[in-house]
């Protein structure tokens, strides 16, 4: 059973910065693909970043160029760098996994920014 497990979220003024990170559990490939979501309250779920087995990296346009998604060199986990850390952005953040044609979810970290 594979299992997701975010963490390094919490509260943080604007402008500054936080590393969340995505660790698996379970029989699951080294570079699986995997993305990072953020739900703010009353919104729907959007797409922030992503990373392909192959490591290429994609943002969405509202993160781009302040957000940074990679991979640790040994073990199924990716990590999201955030910088210049906007009210906006304050959210769940959560990862998933694509895992043998299923996806699988996160329990979600709360990131809060306060201007």
């Given at each position: ?19 969340l ?31 392909s ?20 060199k ?10 210049h ?31």
């Amino acid at each position: 059973q594979v299992q997701l497990v975010e963490s390094g979220g919490g509260l943080v003024q604007s402008g500054g910065s936080l590393r969340l990170s995505c660790a698996a559990s379970g029989n699951i490939a080294l570079r699986t693909p995997m993305a990072w979501y953020r739900q703010a309250p009353g919104k729907q779920r959007e797409w922030v970043a992503s990373i392909s087995s192959g490591s290429d990296r994609n943002y969405a346009d509202s993160v781009k160029g302040r957000f940074t998604v990679s991979r640790h060199k040994s073990a199924p986990t990716v990590f999201l760098q955030m910088n210049h850390l906007k009210p906006e952005d304050t959210a769940v953040y959560f990862c998933k996994a694509a895992h043998w044609g299923h996806d699988i979810w996160g329990q979600g970290t709360q990131v809060t920014v306060s201007s």
